[in-house]
Every structure is written in C-alpha cells, then in structure tokens.
C-alpha cells in the first residue's frame, strides 16, 4: 500500500536551523517508512535485527528480521488494535503497543513516543529535556525517564532526518543504525 505513494529523495538540502519551525515540519511529517538496523540489549542478552517501519498516520507496520531473513517478525498496528505476528506463531493482539511488549518481553517500552523520537523531536504530551547542537538539531533528549542520543543525520527535502540514535533506560538499550528514510507524499 505504501509502495504506491510518491517518494521524496534523499537531497543535500539546507538544514533548517530554526528549532521551533523545524519541529513544525518534523511532526506534521506523518507518512514515512525507513529501513536500517536495531540493536537491543538488556541486562540479559543482546540481540539484532533488520528493520523496515512504515508509518501512515496512525497506522504503522515494523518488519524485523535477521540474517537470511530468520525468525521474520511483523508487528501492526492502529489506534486501540496492535498485531505482532511471528514466523510459524499464531499472532498476538493487544490495545496498545505498550501492553504487547510488556505482555511478551516484561519491558516498559513506550512505543508510541518513539515514532516522535525517531524523526528527531520530542513526543507530544510529557515534557522533555532537549539538547541541540549548532544547527539545532537534537543531539540528546530526555523525556519519560528515556535518553534517546541523536548520533547521525542526513539531509532529506529541507529537514535532516536521524540515520543513528540509541534510546536508552536500564536495563533496556536500543540502538538504530544506518537509517534509510523515504518520505512519502
């Protein structure tokens, strides 16, 4: 469905230093998908996958995988319904994201802020404590006992997107890597 959109390319574009206007931009930004890596690590185990995350408004689709496509996971998701469907599983349904990752992996992840932090800006509703660097782009944030570090970017139309970011809170690290953005229209 959303191979059917128009994409946006990847342009070495101006960054918008204006923070105020730039946050304007980032958070009316509501139809993307990105692919790249994640690494999780708690104080248990660690593990990484590949990951593809479509968002359309509301509704979003996270593909995971890891090498040579094992253990494919596919997790959707709208508002009061979240699916996560496993390879040889039968899915999983929950009201909130929230509740399907603390149902399945007993982790406290706030999965709604993190379509927010993912563009780089800070999720509506609880305050938060931004850190910029010259250009004013987030190089840290800490909102809902969450550090989430902004470590690369890349320029995307006339905003700079995230391509590396860790979201920390012990015990659980998550770590982006290598983020490919397409902007959808």
């Not at 993307?32 to 990484?48: P, Q, Y």
């Not at 590949?50 to 593909?63: E, L, P, S, T």
């Not at 982790?107 to 609880?126: F, R």
């Not at 782009?137 to 995230?162: A, C, D, F, K």
């Amino acid at each position: 469905m959303l191979a059917a959109c128009a994409t946006s390319p990847r342009m070495d574009a101006p960054i918008n230093d204006d923070w105020a206007q730039r946050m304007e931009v980032l958070e009316a930004m509501t139809l993307w998908e990105f692919t790249g890596r994640i690494g999780v690590r708690d104080d248990r185990e660690s593990h990484s996958s590949r990951i593809r995350w479509q968002q359309r408004g509301d509704d979003y689709v996270i593909n995971l995988w890891g090498a040579l496509n094992a253990g494919a996971t596919e997790i959707t998701g709208e508002p009061g319904r979240v699916v996560l469907q496993q390879e040889g599983k039968d899915p999983l349904m929950a009201d909130t994201p929230e509740q399907l990752v603390y149902e399945q992996l007993g982790y406290e992840l706030p999965v709604a802020q993190l379509s927010y932090w993912i563009k780089g800006i800070p999720a509506p509703g609880a305050s938060s404590e931004p850190a910029f660097d010259i250009d004013n782009r987030l190089i840290s944030l800490q909102q809902s006992g969450w550090q989430v570090e902004y470590l690369g970017y890349t320029n995307y139309e006339t905003e700079s997107l995230p391509t590396r970011i860790r979201i920390q809170k012990a015990p659980l690290r998550l770590d982006f890597v290598r983020l490919d953005w397409t902007l959808l229209q």
